[in-house]
Structure formats: C-alpha cells, structure tokens
C-alpha cells in the first residue's frame, strides 16, 4: 500500500528516511503552496498535505506527545490493533491512536 506513493514498508524511527522535499502531497496530490503547507508523517517519513495528516498518534522514538501520521499508516496501525498488535498503552511502548480534530 505505502510502496505506491513511495513511502518505505518499514516505520521511520526519529524520521531516518523522511522525504527531503517535493511539491505535491504524497497522499491526494494537491500542490503545496503557501497555504497548503507540507508535513512529514512521522510513522514512514512522507510529505503531506494537512488534510492527508490530520491524524495524530504515539509513537516509539517520538517523545511524549501524539504525532502526525498519514492516512495509509493510519490504516495499517488500525489493522495491527485489530490482529491484537495495537492494544498496549504508551508505557507498553505500542501505539494510540488520537481521534481526529482540526490541526
């Protein structure tokens, strides 16, 4: 899923592999402009616009407070908490998921 924007299967700890720059959110392609300003998901390191993050959760490496993420690894963090893989709390070092709010 992530391989066809081209993002890395795997989780970019601490932003390892973020994408450097481009001119269009990696999720719906709008161009970025002033207005429409980049963020990095900081599960897989893509460049989005602000409607494609307007997710936040924890995440491992990323300090105390929930981060943005994009909707595709929104997903799969979805996915992990129904097969039994998402359901530890921070001090367990898993991930929450923080419900949608404006950004």
Do not use: Y
């Amino acid at each position: 899923m992530l391989e066809k924007i081209g993002l890395p299967a795997k989780p970019s700890l601490r932003g390892n592999t973020w994408v450097v720059d481009a001119s269009h959110s990696q999720g719906c392609t709008s161009q970025f402009t002033f207005i429409n300003r980049k963020h990095h998901c900081r599960r897989r390191g893509g460049l989005f616009c602000n409607s494609c993050t307007r997710q936040k959760m924890f995440l491992r490496g990323q300090g105390d407070s929930p981060v943005r993420i994009c909707e595709p690894c929104e997903k799969l963090e979805e996915a992990a908490r129904f097969e039994g893989h998402g359901h530890k709390t921070r001090a367990g070092r898993g991930t929450i998921l923080i419900p949608s709010k404006a950004v």
